[in-house]
């Protein structure tokens, strides 16, 4: 055993010498690899979705798919609306001309729904009236009374349109289910000259079509918020909530969380690696290689299609405070005897030979113990096992 631990050691040092022999080479080929994966992370999605729990192939998620194709999306951005006085002519007419920008200029809407468009239906003697519940404009108080008591009295409005305390007044907005980047087909594709060519090939199978994602959940709430800004007003209290909006502000904190997490990440690591080499190269280098590899990790996320998740917003921070000790390893024993004897590559071919089959255990172990949670039935944690 002692023999076998001997060669592993001498293999490291010839390892270690023949790196410093070719540092150009080996830099630039390790640059072009790292590169490869960085150049992937602007690609990288976020998914803060109740569904990004689950597994592609989980049952839960594809009874839940098959429902969204059949009866469309389920989830509502909601704007409320407290005026002093919602029956008031000046009050409606401002919220005509918010229910007609919020039509206009937020994208992805499927349907939007407010007193302005509100269906009212109703029996008058033997006739049953299907109309808008303001097709005719109240002119007058007598008429602004009737419609009051009208929307007062209909259960269908009561906390949906209308609070229960007549205050508060919504405005529905419903957007599509699936996502507009896979609606750019060509609608004639199969007449005139493609059947002529051959009438008697099979059809051919209906692109997959992907559901609304995150970024254009993002930009109908975006676009919600700036119209609703331009109505705020003293007197007029406004309000977005829904779980499209919920979304939203997951992943912009998410995203603040993770800058936030990095930088003192790297800050406390800084401060304890010049506390204990009490020289520039000591933090710097530990700090390239760690951030490096961490942006790889994340661009390998990007390459593979993975979204990073509520739970999978501590990989980097936590790559970076695990991976540094790697670094710690093989420069507190190159620092060790490179201020002996002066000769660096013979530091770096002792420190490799002293260390390697150390550090490269270490890291099995722990990467192994990660990569037990890859079969975890949440699919966050199991990606947590995969990358980290």
């Known amino acids: 055993m002692a023999n076998i631990r001997y060669r592993i050691e001498k293999w490291f040092e010839r390892y270690a010498h023949a790196i410093y022999r070719n540092r150009i080479k080996t830099m630039i080929i390790m640059l072009l690899f790292t590169a490869l994966f960085v150049s992937q992370t602007p690609k990288i999605t976020m998914d803060t979705s109740t569904e990004g729990f689950l597994h592609d192939n989980d049952p ?41 920008d919020l039509e206009e200029n937020v994208p992805y809407i499927d349907d939007i729904t407010s007193m302005i468009n509100a269906r009212n239906t109703r029996g008058e003697a033997d006739e049953l009236i299907v109309e808008d519940l303001l097709e005719n404009w109240p002119e007058n108080e007598t008429e602004m009374t009737a419609i009051k008591n009208r929307v007062m009295s209909n259960p269908m409005y009561e ?42 090939a099979p059809p051919e199978p209906s692109p997959k079509r992907t559901y609304l994602t995150d970024k254009e959940n993002s930009q109908a709430v975006h676009a919600a918020r700036t119209v609703l800004q331009k109505y705020e007003a003293p007197d007029l209290q406004t309000y977005i ?68 998740k509520l739970p999978t917003q501590i990989l980097p921070s936590f790559l970076l405070a695990v991976g540094v000790g790697t670094s710690v390893h093989i420069l507190a024993i190159f620092f060790h005897h490179y201020n002996h004897n002066g000769s660096k590559e013979e530091a770096i071919a002792y420190a490799l030979g002293h260390s390697g089959l150390a550090v490269v255990m270490n890291n099995m172990t722990t990467a192994s113990g990660l990569l037990s949670f890859s079969t975890s039935e949440v699919a966050p944690i199991a990606d947590v096992g995969v990358f980290a």
């Open 241 to 308: 909530a829904g779980s499209p909006v919920v979304t939203h502000f997951l992943k912009h904190s998410m995203i603040a969380d993770m800058r936030r997490f990095m930088a003192l990440a790297i800050a406390t690591v800084a401060i304890f690696l010049f506390v204990m080499f009490r020289r520039i190269s000591g933090v710097f280098l530990p700090l390239v290689i760690v951030i490096l590899s961490t942006l790889s990790t994340l661009g390998m996320m990007a390459f593979t299609g993975t979204a990073i």
């Open 159 to 200: 906390n949906l349109l209308i609070s229960k305390d007549g205050k508060f007044t919504t405005i529905i907005i419903k957007t599509h289910s699936h996502s507009a980047l896979a609606e750019d087909l060509d609608v004639l594709k199969g007449f005139g000259e493609d059947i002529a060519q051959d009438s008697h």
């Open 60 to 100: 839960a998620l594809m009874a839940y798919n098959s429902f969204r194709d059949q009866f469309g999306r389920d989830e509502v951005i909601i704007i409320a609306l407290k005026p002093p006085n919602i029956f008031d002519q000046q009050f409606l007419t401002k919220l005509q001309t918010l229910h007609e």
